[in-house]
């Protein structure tokens, strides 16, 4: 199984099927990293909890998924699509 390596300025901890970058109201966006091709609504109920606490929060789940999509308010983003995002803003 391929481990992701992240750093997230508000932390970073593990969960029963993945790992969730950490935030609060001042976060730029809450992910969910999976290790799946396919993100169905089960595996989006912890970052749907989270948002009905902080709903001005954007949700996203990165994955094994070969193409974007959207599930609800939920952003599903190849991880490699969201790695090329957060080098640009780094940049």
């Known amino acids: 199984m391929p481990y992701v390596l992240a750093r997230c300025s508000t932390g970073f901890a ?4 993945g ?4 935030s ?3 976060a730029r966006r809450e992910i ?6 396919t993100i169905a609504g089960a595996d989006t109920t912890g970052l749907r909890s989270f948002a009905e606490q902080h ?7 990165a994955c094994l998924a070969p193409e974007p999509q959207r599930l609800g308010e939920v952003r599903v983003l190849p ?3 969201l790695l090329a995002e ?6």
């Open 14 to 17: 593990p969960f029963r099927n």
């Open 19 to 22: 790992f969730r970058a950490s």
């Open 24 to 26: 609060s109201d001042r």
């Open 32 to 37: 969910d990293i999976k290790a799946k091709r």
């Open 55 to 61: 709903p001005r929060v954007p949700l996203a789940v």
């Open 79 to 81: 991880y490699r699509q």
């Open 86 to 91: 957060v080098a640009e803003l780094a940049a």
